[in-house]
Every structure is written in C-alpha cells, then in structure tokens.
C-alpha cells in the first residue's frame, strides 16, 4: 500500500469518476434535429439521466443480471411460470381500476373477473385459469388513466433500478 492513500474511500473514488465519465459524454443539452421538422428538442434531465443510465447499467450488470441468471437456473420452468402469474394476478387489480378510471366498464369487469377466477380456483394466482377461460388480460396502469385525461407525457427521465420513464408515467 502506498503512503497517503486512503483505501476505504476507493469505492466512493470509483463510483464519482463513473459519475464524471458518465458526464463528459454530454456535449450538449439539445437532442438531435428531427429530419422531418428541423425541430430540435431540449432535453432539460440529459445530465441526471445519464448518471442515472450509467448507475443502472453497472448495477444490472454486476448485480441483477447474475441474481436474474441464478434464478432461472434452479427454478423449475412451472414454479417460475407460477410466480409470473402471482403478479400478473396482482397487476390484474391495478389494471382493472385503471380501466374503471378511464370509463372501459367492461374491460374492468373482465379484469376483475380474471382476479376473482385466478385468485380461487386457480389456487391465489399461481395458475392462470382466466385466460384459458378466453378473458383476456387488459394492462392498463396511471398513466394512461393521466393520459386519457388529458395530461402530457412531461418529460423523459431515467429512474434509478427502474429504467426509462415520462413524467407522466412516473
């Protein structure tokens, strides 16, 4: 070990020259002409988005793709399949007020007929017996309720461990 240098802040080092890499990269805060318009767009979240972008991408790589490939491995294809449809089940409520949210009464009533079919006889979600009944899955989430009322997309934003996004969306 070298006199003078503290080893305990190495991490902190590293992560703050990611950080400056991450930023040297924007030249500009302006997004390239559209072909057809000539419209140049300003990006005002550029900076913190590729922060953001650079922190994700060395976590899905270092952490989450490792776990994500280990989980596949030692579970089997039904309990995996089981686990996807436990979810699925549970977004099928958040879809279903969101359909009732944006007046589609009858693709609510489907979602929540999906959740009541799932949650019982197919054993609290594990088994997807709604859909082998023919009632499709409507995946709608807040925003597009926001967007059915009216309210923009705002701007893009890269969020930390959930990737890319709108305002809106967020």
Do not use: H
Not at 50 to 76: C, E, H, W
Request: overall charge negative.
């Amino acid at each position: 070990m070298r006199p003078g240098i503290d080893m305990r802040r190495a991490p902190a080092r590293t992560l703050f020259l990611i950080a400056l890499l991450a930023l040297s990269g924007c030249v500009s805060q302006e997004q390239m002409a559209d072909e057809n318009s000539g419209y140049v767009e300003y990006d005002p979240l550029e900076p913190l988005n590729r922060v953001t972008y650079s922190f994700n991408d060395m976590l899905d790589r270092a952490v989450i793709k490792p776990l994500a490939q280990g989980y596949q491995y030692i579970m089997p294809e039904p309990a995996d399949q089981g686990v996807t449809n436990f979810f699925n089940n549970l977004a099928d409520i958040r879809s279903a007020l969101n359909n009732l949210l944006q007046a589609k009464i009858g693709r609510a009533f489907s979602d929540v007929g999906r959740v009541a079919i799932n949650s019982t006889v197919g054993i609290l979600g594990l088994i997807d017996v709604a859909s082998n009944m023919n009632l499709p899955r409507y995946d709608e989430d807040f925003g597009q309720t926001l967007g059915v009322w009216g309210v923009g997309t705002g701007p893009y934003i890269v969020l930390p461990l959930l990737g890319p996004s709108t305002g809106r969306d967020t």
